[in-house]
């Protein structure tokens, strides 16, 4: 009997396309000889539409956007997109895989809707992916752990509105320049701005303000960006290291995505020493989210070989050519490897949450 997996892709976020891609490349990668593939497509305005059991691999994203016809009625939400009657399988799909970034999808929201359905699902729990999206909760926790990590404070825009002048004079007080400003739950480095003055500051909140209503504001650092991949439920394991390389100021949105102009080396030249703390500190912040699956820990390694912790990302990118993919090619594990270990991990999880009593 193969393994039914519902792929979870799309999504009302700006990282829309960067699921898109993602959505391609795992069904390029799964064995269709092993699993029953269910495409669940959510549009840019958040429509969800069950696509037909796919047979093949898709050849492009075209392929995986579906829109509401006759065959396919389901333009909203609704449990039985969850169901396998269209195949051979029997009853509610095997595994659900989220590939998706960002809000409405990579926060906690879908994950809790999978919880209340009571099905397995890839990757992080509810706790760990809402706290790992929201960047100023995520610090915090990091803070409270123990964990090194450059100086920050946040707004929301309520605050900033009510006093533009006092939020840019308290940055330049903590921080200084240069600082970096992000929308706090967004990933794939959109609306992320370097500053050096206050005009782009000033700037920088605005186009920050566009995609959130909390923003992050971090200080500058000189520092080698050091990632490494972690994957498993309750006893973690860590890819080699690998190191982002940008030809540019920072890694922004366009050298990820479209201009390539990015170099990943891996493995990492670091030390051994240097890596061992990486792979404690990467767990040690697993652990404190409470992550299970996967994450991605991005750090910084300064000049004088300190350590400091910039954030997890709880869905990273996953295309075979996205840095957590490479790192654990690089360790042994292709990607096909990858995602089937992905799916065990998420059956695993759900079958020891099973256990739990809920009567007393």
């Known amino acids: 009997m193969k393994t039914s997996i519902g792929l979870l892709y799309g999504g009302k976020s700006a990282e829309h396309k960067v699921s898109m891609q993602t959505a391609l490349a795992v069904t390029k990668a799964l064995n269709f000889e092993k699993f029953e593939i269910h495409p669940i497509y959510i549009t840019e305005d958040g429509q969800w539409i069950k696509g037909p059991q796919l047979s093949a691999p898709a050849e492009n994203i075209k392929q995986l956007e579906f829109s509401p016809t006759a065959a396919l009625p389901s333009p909203a939400f609704n449990p039985s997109m969850f169901q396998a009657e269209d195949s051979g399988s029997a009853g509610t799909l095997d595994v659900i895989f989220p590939l998706l970034h960002g809000p409405n999808g990579e926060d906690?929201?879908?994950q809790g809707m999978l919880e209340l359905l009571n099905l397995p699902y890839v990757g992080n729990g509810v706790l760990a992916s809402a706290a790992g999206m929201d960047k100023v909760i995520m610090k915090n926790i990091f803070a409270q752990a123990g964990l090194a990590q450059v100086d920050y404070v946040s707004y929301i825009r309520s605050e900033w509105e009510a006093d533009p002048e006092?939020?840019?004079?308290?940055?330049?007080?903590?921080?200084?320049?240069?600082?970096?400003?992000?929308?706090?739950?967004?990933?794939?480095?959109?609306g992320?701005?370097?500053?050096?003055?206050?005009?782009?500051?000033?700037?920088?909140?605005?186009?920050?303000?566009?995609?959130?209503?909390?923003?992050?504001?971090e200080q500058g650092v000189t520092a080698r960006e050091i990632e490494i991949g972690v994957l498993g439920n309750d006893h973690p394991e860590c890819s080699v290291a690998g190191e982002i390389v940008p030809k540019k100021d920072f890694y922004d949105y366009k050298a990820k995505y479209e201009d390539g102009d990015t170099a990943l080396v891996i493995p990492a030249e670091i030390e051994e020493n240097e890596y061992q703390d990486l792979?404690?500190?990467a767990v040690k912040a697993y652990k404190a989210?409470?992550?299970?699956?996967l994450v991605r820990a991005d750090f910084f390694l300064t000049k004088d070989g300190q350590l400091l912790i910039n954030e997890v990302n709880t869905m990273p990118g996953f295309t075979p050519f996205s840095m957590f993919p490479l790192m654990w090619k690089h360790?042994?594990?292709?990607?096909?490897?990858?995602?089937?270990?992905?799916?065990?991990?998420?059956?695993?999880?759900?079958?020891?949450?099973q256990k739990i009593k809920y009567t007393f």
Do not use: W
């Open 108 to 110: 906690g929201t879908v």
């Open 166 to 190: 006092k939020a840019y004079s308290q940055v330049e007080e903590k921080l200084g320049y240069p600082s970096f400003v992000k929308p706090a739950n967004l990933g794939s480095s959109v």
């Open 192 to 217: 992320i701005s370097k500053c050096t003055n206050r005009a782009e500051l000033e700037e920088a909140f605005k186009e920050a303000f566009q995609f959130d209503r909390k923003i992050i504001i």
């Open 279 to 281: 792979k404690e500190q």
């Open 289 to 293: 989210l409470d992550c299970s699956g």
């Open 331 to 353: 360790t042994g594990m292709e990607y096909p490897q990858l995602i089937e270990r992905l799916v065990e991990l998420a059956i695993e999880r759900h079958e020891e949450k």
